[in-house]
């Protein structure tokens, strides 16, 4: 079975992912601290997403690429990450959402229309993400860990219902490993 990912935020309710216009409306203390994520880049909630016709703001973001990976991958290569929690998803549950997938690449934005037949989870990172985690490591800056991995973009809730919860922890390399063994 393939799958997409989510970090659950610290404070969570309900059973699907909303996005942060949802948010606002049914948690306004859990937008609040959501929002706080885009403090830095606060045009990015405005923006367009002409192919689902919304904003960024009206979106949920998965990851194609199991977060531990990502994470791990950054702490290998120098960045300070903490503990999370994440919603491994199977890609079932965006049967029937209008999705695209969401690329970043050689400072180009791509959005195609995506579907779930024949969705392949992706098993490694892109070059450009790893010398960006490189890069921010060499600049102790804390990098935005999902720069250059591409997203599946739904315009809609997601449902949790079928999700497990799996576990980051820093220095924690045997899950990486482990996890990898099973692929092979």
Known sequence: MEYIYHIKPEIFKGDSILPLSE????YPEIY?????????????V???ILPLKTTWE??????TINPIMILTVAELLGNKTDATSIFK???SALK???CVLYTYSNKKESYKKFNINGYEEGDK??????????????RNKKPLIFEY???????????IEDAVEIEYEPGNFNVMADAFLKEV
Request: proline letters at 5%; aromatic letters at 8%; hydrophobic letters at 30%.
């Open 149 to 159: 991995i591409p997203h599946i973009l739904v315009a809609d809730n997601v449902s």
């Open 125 to 138: 990172l892109p070059k450009e993400s790893i010398e960006y985690l490189f890069k921010e490591s060499k």
């Open 32 to 44: 609040k601290k959501e929002y706080k994520k885009y403090k830095d880049r606060v045009g990015d």
């Open 89 to 91: 998803i199977p890609i």
């Open 58 to 63: 009206s979106i949920v973001n998965l990851s």
């Open 46 to 48: 405005d923006r367009e």
């Open 96 to 98: 029937n959402k209008d």
């Open 23 to 26: 948010l606002k409306e049914e």
